[in-house]
């Protein structure tokens, strides 16, 4: 057995040797773009968990701007109203926010749901994962942008299959 070691490196050595510099700077353009590729296709062929993208838009409006009985042509024209504007801005924060990701652990169990994420290691949430660690993973998995135009407030959403 110690033998065909001696031999298998003694091979390798020599193997190694021949290859000159030449022979890397002529395959280097090659190796650069390939290796990289190679990672990334054997990352997503075995790896990568399936996940989804969900998106809602969600219009926030007044009980009192509605019964209101004046005409608001600002309204008319596509502008939102200002109290609802700033009530989107508020929830906006809040679904940010650590409460609300507190709220959605309580009753979805969040941190449990995305610790299971298979053999995925680039998505995955460690189960001992630290509180700050925990709202930045769930911050990476939401956006929500507040549309002026529309009053209407964005919210997309990353999740596993």
Do not use: C
């Not at 507190?102 to 994420?117: G, I, P």
């Not at 001992?128 to 919210?155: C, H, Q």
Request: net charge neutral.
């Amino acid at each position: 057995m110690l033998i065909k070691v001696k031999s298998a490196v003694s091979w390798m050595r020599a193997r190694l040797s021949a290859i000159s510099l030449a022979d890397i700077q002529k395959h280097l353009a090659k190796i650069i773009i390939l290796a990289p590729m190679a990672v990334l296709l054997i990352y997503l062929a075995i790896f990568s968990q399936p996940r989804y993208m969900s998106e809602s838009k969600v219009a926030i409006k007044r009980s009192d701007d509605l019964n209101s009985g004046s005409l608001n042509f600002g309204l008319l024209l596509g502008a939102s109203n200002p109290s609802s504007a700033e009530d989107a801005l508020y929830l906006k924060e809040y679904i940010n926010s650590p409460d609300m990701l507190a709220a959605l652990d309580k009753q979805l169990n969040f941190r449990e749901a995305f610790s299971h994420s298979g053999l995925d290691f680039l998505n995955h949430l460690s189960k001992d994962e630290t509180a700050e660690g925990f709202l930045k993973y769930y911050k990476d998995r939401i956006n929500v942008s507040y549309d002026d135009k529309t009053g209407l407030l964005n919210i997309q959403t990353q999740g596993f299959s």
